[in-house]
């Protein structure tokens, strides 16, 4: 079956940084877009980045511009989320999430596709 298992979460002061990974399983990898999405108690899912399959058009949430970097090493079969910067407001249970190619990237934002357990990021001083 098909497993996202994310790591990397912690606790970081503001300004700081934190790499969060993506194992994925049972599924071939590098077929699939991919994304990272976060979810603060009480509030709504926010997409925060995604990437195709190959690795080369990547975008971004305009709350994360310039401070995260997505990549992926489809070798490995693994998605990363580099966060620089970090600022309270990025506090989050954050989610590994694989897309339906039927319906493109960040469908799984939309109820097609799968996630993962999801990972706590707190960022407090």
């Known amino acids: 079956q098909v497993q996202l298992v994310e790591s990397g979460g912690g606790l970081a002061q503001p300004g700081g940084s934190l790499r969060l990974s993506c194992a994925a399983s049972?599924?071939?990898?590098?077929?699939?877009?991919m994304n990272w999405a976060r979810r603060a108690p009480g509030k709504g899912v926010e997409w925060v980045s995604g990437?195709?399959?190959?690795?080369?058009?990547?975008y971004y949430a305009d709350s994360v511009k310039g401070r995260f970097s997505i990549s992926r090493d489809n070798a490995k079969n693994t998605l990363y989320l580099q966060m620089n910067n970090l600022k309270p407001e990025d506090t989050a249970t954050y989610y590994c999430?694989?897309?339906?190619?039927?319906?493109?990237?960040?469908?799984?934002?939309?109820?097609?596709?799968?996630w993962g357990r999801g990972t706590q990021v707190t960022v407090s001083s």
């Open positions: 999430t694989k897309d339906d190619p039927t319906y493109g990237l960040g469908s799984s934002l939309k109820g097609y596709g799968t």
């Open positions: 049972g599924f071939t990898f590098s077929n699939y877009s």
């Open positions: 990437i195709e399959s190959d690795g080369i058009d990547i």
